[in-house]
């Protein structure tokens, strides 16, 4: 079968070169506003072909959506005004916007609609690795608004990524994606203009940096293109967990300025309650 | 020679493994308020022996502090009452108040003031590990303050970490590692509040825990003991810092909130320039 990729970078790319070491039996078309992007998909050799978006949905059975999610959504409905028996995968990262534009599209059917949570702060098509969703979460949105067949074509994809499926509606998926992703990226990109704003009159500083602070302030690598347009999608979650989260800075300012052991002690203590959750 | 460490956790430990590990000619003697600590210290075989801190302060030739910095500060005095050409090193993370405690002491060039920008989230002996420090940065501190013979004993001490040395004052370290370091404890523990104050009314949120999440949150693991110390002694530095942070972090709310998608593009292309510092 023929599967038109629309975004030939990390997560496109990425989900390419799973099929391909899968030996999934497809012919991977690459859709790329790029030219640069579909020539190095093409040297790099996990795309067979480049081609216009309409002579790629002309001549897939599968096309999937890999791009920032502002084009996802414009995309979406002439994409499905194209589609007849096809089937359209969206792996953006937000998920209510995007379905409630397409929500009365007669070919809404069609569309399977999944979030896959992994990614590293890279993009472009130098940024696809082999094993990305390894052990990762697929999370499938609305799954019941998908036709039988388009589904099971979907999963028999997914399937090669070798991810944890789940499963959750637009508006769960929005809630919880803020606050342990998205939420994320703006720590560590404010964390980033602190210490660059500071660096101005300290020359020195970077010397210093251990693993802790490249931990914390490794995603603001990431790049604008993606992010602004979740920022914009899910921004009353965003703007929820935002102001929640500069109200616990606040609690840890006033008990250091207040010298406040206690309310410290506190606090991390029960910050500590992470561990429950990571490894 | 003896060494006495003071303190048998995961600094202490660490360094105890690597001086084994080169073959350094030293008796390792371990000190601990905690038995059980001690205990697993021997069990492990980092430390020779264990000893009361008195009897290891009179039966070594360098002592090495590394236990909080509360602890290091009220410690200090009375270790360097009971020191005469002995060496004593501290390996704090915070300078400026425990060097301004013993600057007038008779003894103060027996001291060496360093910080090891290396460490985990984890404490207690079982978080010791080989090659902590390899490839990290050491910081020297005040180093002129010090007798020129124990600064040598400290350096071929410090030479078996094979960690990278400069050489800072105590106010420009307690600054910059308020900025490079300090902070992205403060962000970790105030994301994890966030995150698990959510996990309340939305049980699946960790569910979809991605590596992004798991990066900016995994210091929120560390010790309320050791860091409500480094709050209190660095406290100056740390309010600029996170007064600077919550700043930048409501810039972004109100650009997201504006749906200022200008203002957003320039915040993160900027914070995007700390590529340029991370591998």
């Not at 390419?16 to 040297?43: C, N, T, W």
């Not at 609609?113 to 890279?122: D, K, L, R």
Request: with cysteine; proline share 3%; charged share 25%.
């Amino acid at each position: 079968m023929n599967i038109a990729i629309i975004g030939t970078g990390l997560i496109g790319g990425s989900l390419a070169i799973s099929l391909k070491e899968k030996g999934f039996p497809a012919k991977i078309i690459g859709v790329d506003k790029s030219e640069q992007h579909l020539k190095k998909a093409l040297e790099k050799g996990f795309i067979d072909q480049g081609m216009p978006l309409k002579e790629a949905i002309a001549n897939a059975r599968v096309i999937i959506l890999t791009v920032p999610v502002d084009v996802i959504q414009s995309l979406l409905p002439q994409i499905l005004d194209q589609v007849d028996t096809q089937v359209v995968m969206e792996m953006g990262s937000t998920k209510e916007h995007i379905l409630e534009h397409v929500k009365d599209h007669p070919k809404r059917g069609r569309l399977v609609a999944m979030h896959p949570m992994a990614g590293t702060e890279y993009s472009g098509p130098d940024a696809a690795i082999p094993n990305l969703f390894k052990g990762k979460v697929m999370i499938y949105c609305d799954a019941t608004d998908s036709d039988e067949d388009a589904f099971e074509v979907a999963e028999s994809i997914v399937e090669q990524l070798e991810a944890r499926t789940i499963f959750m509606n637009a508006k769960e998926h929005d809630t919880h994606t803020a606050y342990v992703s998205h939420i994320s990226h703006i720590t560590s990109f404010a964390l980033a203009l602190t210490v660059l704003e500071k660096e101005k009159s300290q020359g020195r500083i970077f010397e210093l940096a251990s693993s802790g602070f490249e931990s914390t302030v490794r995603l603001a690598k990431s790049s604008a293109d993606m992010w602004v347009p979740i920022f914009r999608q899910n921004k009353e979650n965003i703007l929820e967990v935002l102001e929640e989260h500069i109200k616990q800075l606040q609690h840890f300012h006033d008990a250091i300025e207040g010298g406040d052991t206690s309310t410290m002690n506190k606090l991390i203590k029960k910050s500590n309650k992470i561990r429950r959750i990571l490894k």
